[in-house]
């Protein structure tokens, strides 16, 4: 990796995330032009603003990464990788709702190594690095020590994914003993698990920009997540499941999600 190396990377990480979450809070407050991309798939003038201003500084830093952005796509090659989402929980965005987020991930040769987010309305930086922890604002995260029934997992939902798979796996979760939400942005639902306030995260499939910097957080402060990567989950997406470790077997049965790697592990052992 040239031009400065992760400690670079680290400090205009946080830079970029904090300037892009103030940019989205002024565009909150003014009027918001709303289209549907697809089913209830919301995208605002907002989202490719802050992502243009996202990418210009960072390709002004680091001309030769490379990077994905939720509205501008894929871009350049290497194995420095940007993956930013300008504005995760646009729907909430767009209906006046404030629980939406910037987040930005960077790739190192394919290891995810740094992951920003920033949720502006809510005054919160989250961050991490790999290997040297989570932290909201200035305090380090920590998942929840938390047993399956006084669970809170947040099940996110989208039109990508048939709704009786949905409704089926709201089902399961709740016989587990464990209640369940949506708030709409699976990257904040995923600093909340890092942060101990809910206890898990599943969704049947999300895309990169949306999980990865969040999936960092998670594993950082401690907690365990599925093999999101696996297969093309870079390009394509892929099922995430994240939760306090004490609730990965109860929560792998009730969804399904991660499966394939604990039947891996067992065949393995
Ligand atoms: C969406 C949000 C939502 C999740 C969807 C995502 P967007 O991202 O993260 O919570 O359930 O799968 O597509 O469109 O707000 O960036």
Request: hydrophobic letters at 45%.
């Amino acid at each position: 990796m040239r031009e400065g190396g992760l400690d670079a990377r680290e400090q205009a990480l946080v830079a970029v995330a904090r300037e892009a979450g103030a940019l989205a809070r002024e565009l909150f407050s003014r009027p918001i032009e709303i289209k549907l991309k697809g089913k209830q798939d919301y995208v605002t003038a907002a989202d490719g603003e802050v992502e243009r201003m996202i990418v210009g500084r960072l390709k002004q830093r680091f001309p030769r990464d490379a990077f994905l952005g939720e509205e501008g796509g894929a871009e350049g090659s290497g194995d420095a990788l940007w993956v930013i989402d300008p504005i995760d929980g646009t729907a909430n965005f767009a209906n006046r709702m404030p629980h939406f987020c910037v987040s930005i991930a960077f790739m190192s040769g394919g290891e995810l190594a740094l992951g920003a987010i920033s949720a502006p309305m809510y005054g919160e930086l989250y961050r991490a690095r790999l290997g040297r922890g989570a932290f909201l604002n200035d305090r380090a995260m920590r998942v929840a020590d938390t047993d399956i029934a006084h669970a809170v997992i947040e099940l996110g939902w989208s039109a990508r994914r048939p709704t009786r798979a949905y409704t089926a796996m709201v089902e399961r979760v709740l016989a587990t003993g464990a209640t369940f939400q949506r708030a709409g942005s699976g990257a904040l639902g995923l600093a909340y698990v890092a942060d101990g306030r809910t206890h898990g995260y599943c969704e049947l499939h999300i895309n990169s920009w949306d999980t990865l910097a969040g999936l960092l957080m998670v594993g950082e402060a401690g907690g365990w997540t599925n093999d999101f990567l696996a297969g093309d989950g870079l390009a394509r997406g892929n099922a995430v499941l994240a939760c306090a470790p004490g609730l990965k077997e109860a929560l792998v049965a009730a969804t399904g999600v991660g499966q394939a790697n604990e039947n891996l592990k067992r065949r393995m052992s």
